[in-house]
């Protein structure tokens, strides 16, 4: 149960630094965007065990950046969302760059450091490229999704977070799954079922931080 544990906290600290950064104002919910849209892409190889599931680390990030998507959208517009998007994956592409640059250089006698950053920043070109590519595509469509529950379902955001999120991460589980794990997994199947389940567990823990945001947050 430790790892069940540390899923709790860690969609806790997700979802409360959420609302920590709408309650400072747009800027800083963009920035933290950007932050965890490059933490998803440099923790996705990593496997754990949650429920009796074997799935990767990062799908509480997944859901994370695109609750923080749709909070940006419902405070503040879907065109500042949709420039956000492109940020966070500019920002995703430039991390990759001088990460790439930080492994060029030779390490001194001393320094003991660099088979450890080697290990962590040198990512699989075809996981890198499925994951920026899936990001950009699943994200732009939950931004037009929202904007389209949100005139339809203008009084229900609990639901209308729950409805949209939930399609795109399913969209989101399929797209990586077949660009970066067709052919070196035994059952792609069994990835996106797993994969989605704990985003399914991971939306509906949302729903206590949207119901906050929208009863004591004002935009900024």
């Known amino acids: 149960m430790i790892n069940e544990l540390i899923f709790f906290s860690h969609i806790s600290i997700l979802f409360l630094s959420l609302l920590g950064a709408l309650r400072i104002g747009k800027e800083a919910l963009i920035g933290l965007i950007c932050v965890l849209v490059v933490l998803m892409n440099m923790f996705v190889l990593k496997q754990i065990n949650l429920f009796g599931l074997s799935v ?46 930080h492994l060029l250089y030779i390490p001194s006698n001393f320094d003991t450091y660099q088979p450890h950053f080697v290990a962590i920043l040198t990512i699989m070109p075809r996981i890198v490229l499925a994951s920026l590519i899936t990001y950009l595509i699943v994200m732009q469509a939950d ?57 399914v567990i991971t939306i509906i823990c949302a729903g206590p931080t949207i119901a906050l945001a929208k009863r004591y947050i004002k935009a900024a």
């Not at 859901?63 to 998007?85: H, S």
């Not at 929202?146 to 339809?152: D, E, G, I, L, V």
């Open 143 to 199: 931004a037009l999704l929202y904007n389209w529950f949100k005139q339809r379902m203008s009084d229900y955001v609990v639901l209308r977070n729950y409805i949209s999120i939930s399609i795109s991460q399913f969209l989101d589980t399929i797209l990586f799954s077949v660009l970066g794990l067709w052919g070196v997994v035994p059952s792609l199947t069994h990835i996106i079922l797993f994969s989605y389940s704990i985003k």
């Open 56 to 101: 990767t680390a990062t799908d509480a990030f997944a859901v994370a950046v695109t609750l923080g998507l749709n909070m940006l959208q419902e405070y503040y517009g879907l065109k500042l969302t949709q420039k956000t998007i492109w940020i966070s994956f500019y920002v995703s592409i430039v991390v990759l760059v001088l990460s790439k640059v």
